[in-house]
């Protein structure tokens, strides 16, 4: 017990560094390349660190065959979206929370609307096109809806690049390159872009090795305390693959940074709405019932009340993204008293 409790702390660790390192090279490396906020949060952070669960489903669905692996891929792709909507967004409310209770900043979300606006209403579309029209249409509309879903994610790369956003508030010189220069191994000038992959793509690295870690070990903790491993699987376990996005999030909203927070997490919902999505359009029975249906609802109730706020009061309230919580609580409830 012991043993697992300290790798549990320890995975735990491994991604709260890594996190910090991530963010630290993904707004350097927007700086280097004069890229904009929307860009730096929704396209090369959210994708980033969203590519590692959407390796998940695939090994599911084409490495395993049989009934149940295609009902895990599915399981898979429908989490994090429900994930993303819930808990990151419950995350970023309660993290402003603590550091408005610490005097660090105000009770309140600043975001570019427009940005955040045009995120929501893409996931929204794309996502529920993918949950209801299979229902309505039947299977063979599949493939198409597949197919519409990579074009809209092609369009909104096109339209996050070319739409109006601020430039990132950098303050921090890149950590790695901070290093060098202190061993007499850097100048004064800028970070080589390889440098600056170097420690994105070992911070990334490292943070699929804390989410495992974390992940296997919670696991453990959770069977020696005689928890139902079924109900883990589908509450606890999508939590810690969802962990990088999450605490990438919160280390800018820590910082105040919360364009780049909140867009980490939209750029992640819709990415995991389309490309994750067409896969199971196309190679699983994409027969969404029960408690799949049900988070795919939730998710985009959630997405809703974000955008409601955004369209009557221009804002998001850290108490609108604290109701994301809630909402995966009344999930866990049904799911819980399902299986009992």
């Known amino acids: 017990m012991v043993y697992d409790i300290v790798f549990l702390i320890f995975g735990l ?3 709260l560094i890594a996190a910090e390192t991530f963010t630290n090279g993904i707004e ?3 700086r280097r390349f004069n890229l904009s906020q929307a860009v730096v949060g929704s396209l090369l952070a959210a994708v980033g660190t969203a590519l590692p669960e959407t390796l998940l489903p695939l090994v599911a669905i084409f490495l395993y065959t049989g009934k149940s692996a295609h009902e895990i891929g599915v399981g898979v792709i429908l989490g994090a979206p429900f994930m993303l909507s819930t808990l990151a967004f419950f995350l970023v ?8 209770a610490q005097k660090r900043r105000k009770f309140e979300i600043r975001v570019e609307p427009h940005t955040t606006k045009r995120d929501i209403l893409f996931f929204l579309s794309m996502y529920s096109l993918a949950v209801l029209l299979p229902t309505i249409g039947g299977r063979h509309v599949a493939p198409f809806i597949a197919l519409f879903l990579v074009a809209g994610y092609v369009v909104y790369v096109y ?7 601020a430039c990132i508030e950098h303050s921090e010189d890149m950590y790695l390159w901070r290093v060098c220069r202190k061993i007499g191994l850097g100048s004064s000038g800028h970070p080589p872009v390889l440098m600056i992959l170097f420690q ?3 911070a990334l690295g490292v943070m699929i090795t804390g989410a495992h870690t974390f992940v296997e070990s919670l696991e453990h903790v959770s069977v020696r305390f005689g928890m139902n491993p079924l109900l883990f699987a589908l509450i606890l376990a999508p939590i810690a693959t969802e962990l990088p996005e999450k605490f990438n999030s919160v280390t800018w909203t820590w910082k105040g940074r919360d364009t780049l927070a909140i867009g980490n997490i939209t750029g992640a919902m819709v990415f995991q709405s389309t490309f994750p999505v067409s896969i199971g359009l196309v190679f699983t029975e994409w027969r969404l019932t029960g408690m799949a249906f ?4 939730i998710a985009l109730f959630s997405a809703c009340l974000v955008l ?3 369209v009557w009061r221009k804002r998001i309230s850290p108490i609108t993204l604290l109701c994301g919580g809630g909402l995966y609580l009344v999930y866990a409830i049904v799911l819980i008293a399902g299986n009992t």
């Open 13 to 15: 660790l491994l991604i």
């Open 28 to 30: 350097t490396l927007g």
């Open 93 to 100: 409310g309660v993290t402003v929370l603590l550091s408005h």
């Open 159 to 165: 339209r996050t690049y070319r739409e109006a956003s």
């Open 200 to 202: 994105v793509l070992g």
């Open 294 to 297: 049900f988070s795919a609802v």
């Open 308 to 310: 409601g706020e955004l």
